[in-house]
């Protein structure tokens, strides 16, 4: 696992040992950051479920302004620090080591973010707790980018009635990204 592109492309990165984490691969983080290219300079960038905190980091070699990285796992959280300080991007970079939605709850008034990525485990309906959570949240901005990494299986319908947008769908073998965002006022 590296960074693929921006100024610590190439930087390997740690990852967890064991299954408690899926990292993306190379190819569909790719395809992710081919859809944001747009969105990711100066932006203020949400990792949740964080990992080894490869989607964040990529956001920041690639010009984000500063990532936030919630992670709850005592390993992954490790990783991600270990990696924060490898590729030196140290004061760009905040670590949240704790639930996610206690996170989420102690990052309001403090941060709004540009872009928000969250990968959590897979059929556990965590993503529609987080939206549900963001839809009346401080932590959005007008045209917040919200991604979901998600199983083939999940089910997307409850989003209108939280008041979202599904911008686009993009599938892959085995999971797929939901790219969602607030409907307009």
Do not use: W
Request: aromatic letters at 10%.
């Amino acid at each position: 696992m590296r960074i693929i592109a921006g100024t610590a492309r190439s930087l390997p990165l740690k990852t967890i040992e064991g299954r408690d984490t899926r990292p993306t691969t190379d190819r569909i983080k790719e395809t992710l950051f081919n859809v944001l290219q747009n969105d990711i300079p100066g932006c203020y960038f949400l990792d949740l479920f964080a990992g080894s905190g490869q989607i964040g980091l990529e956001a920041v070699s690639r010009g984000a302004s500063y990532a936030v990285f919630v992670e709850n796992g005592k390993k992954a959280a490790a990783c991600i620090e270990d990696n924060i300080h490898f590729t030196k991007f140290d004061r760009q970079c905040k670590l949240v080591s704790m639930d996610v939605m206690a996170a989420l709850r102690s990052l309001e008034g403090n941060y709004r973010f540009d872009v928000i990525f969250m990968d959590p485990p897979y059929d556990n309906l965590l993503e529609k707790d987080v939206l549900s959570y963001l839809a009346e949240s401080s932590l959005l901005k007008e045209n917040t980018q919200i991604i979901v990494e998600a199983s083939l299986r999940t089910d997307f319908s409850y989003l209108d009635e939280l008041g979202y947008d599904l911008i686009k769908l993009k599938k892959y073998k085995t999971n797929m990204h939901a790219f969602i965002q607030k409907k307009e006022q």
